[in-house]
């Protein structure tokens, strides 16, 4: 998992497959009952359509952003369940910024509830010829808000508009050693910390020139 795609692991199956397919015909013993029934289609039927009455509401039942609060959770906005939430940043204003790692986008959920995509970007998709995870870790600073990209190890910067809005994002900083760039924070001299996920396990310091040389 150091040099690879972690879904690699399951390419470690597919020779023990196919030696099991060659073979299996030739050293596994036929056996057919011969009182066997016949198929209920009617259970089978029955039990398609409960499963799939359940699979679409497993997700949407409890996804979006909740508040807990002495141990009591509230819902506080709904988002779209064919995302994956992550990380939170929130605002002198109140307002709650959420990325999106499967959607690669940024949601923006207003102190009222209400709760809108603030930016959908390439540059917070993720590679979808590795894990395929984007948007992940969030900081506030200096007008702006910094996104950790976590398949394609880097951090975006994403203008905050005067009136709110996003502006055009942009590579803040990129480098190998970010790849599954996970928690974001600044320390308060400029320089960036940035954690790793289970393909490196790590804590990688971003220094102040190396962000400001890169910009250039």
Known sequence: LEFFWWGSVFLLALPVMALLLALGPLLLPEFRDPKAGRPDLLSAALSLVALGMAAPATPQKDFGLWRIVNGTASRVARLDPR???????????????????????????APTGVAAIWIQDPLLTGDRTAFGFGANGLELRDGALFVNNTSKGSIVRV??????????????????????????????????????????????????????????
């Open 159 to 216: 203008p905050i508009q005067a009136d709110g809005t996003a502006g055009p994002g942009e590579v803040f900083f990129q480098d190998p050693a970010l790849i599954g760039a996970d928690g974001l924070a600044f320390d308060v001299s400029g320089n960036a910390y940035v954690t790793t996920d289970g393909l490196q396990n790590t804590l990688v310091k971003v220094f102040e020139h190396c962000w400001q040389s890169s910009s250039r």
């Open 83 to 109: 995302g994956f939430p992550n990380d939170v940043a929130i605002d002198a204003a109140g307002n709650v910024y959420v990325s999106d790692s499967a959607l690669g986008a940024v949601w923006k959920v």
